[in-house]
């Protein structure tokens, strides 16, 4: 039987398109986008961009997929809740 050789990419986990957000982020931000320019034509309020920008930043992925949001429930763990283990090799 022939042996058959598959190549593939590097990492398998990055989904993402433009190196910071995945499709799901583009859709919300979207929607956002959207309301954003319904509410300053109806109201002639921007306070909807800002909650865009907000969500961007937040959602935005970093080195090895992780969001800024990841990483902050991440410190905030470490800094407050979890123990620190330390496990002698």
């Known amino acids: 039987m022939e042996e058959k050789t598959f190549y593939y990419p590097e990492n398998l986990q990055e989904k993402t398109i433009w190196f910071l957000w995945n499709i799901k982020d583009y859709a919300v931000m979207?929607?956002?986008?959207?309301?954003?320019?319904?509410?300053?034509?109806l109201t002639h309020t921007f306070l909807?961009?800002?909650?865009?920008?907000?969500?961007?930043?937040?959602?935005?992925k970093i080195k090895n997929g992780y969001s800024i949001t990841k990483l902050l429930v991440l410190y905030?763990?470490?800094l407050i809740t979890d123990k620190l283990i330390f496990k002698w090799r």
């Open 76 to 78: 905030g763990r470490f």
């Open 48 to 60: 909807m961009f800002s909650l865009l920008v907000l969500y961007a930043f937040f959602t935005a």
């Open 30 to 41: 979207a929607g956002i986008l959207v309301a954003s320019i319904f509410s300053v034509l």
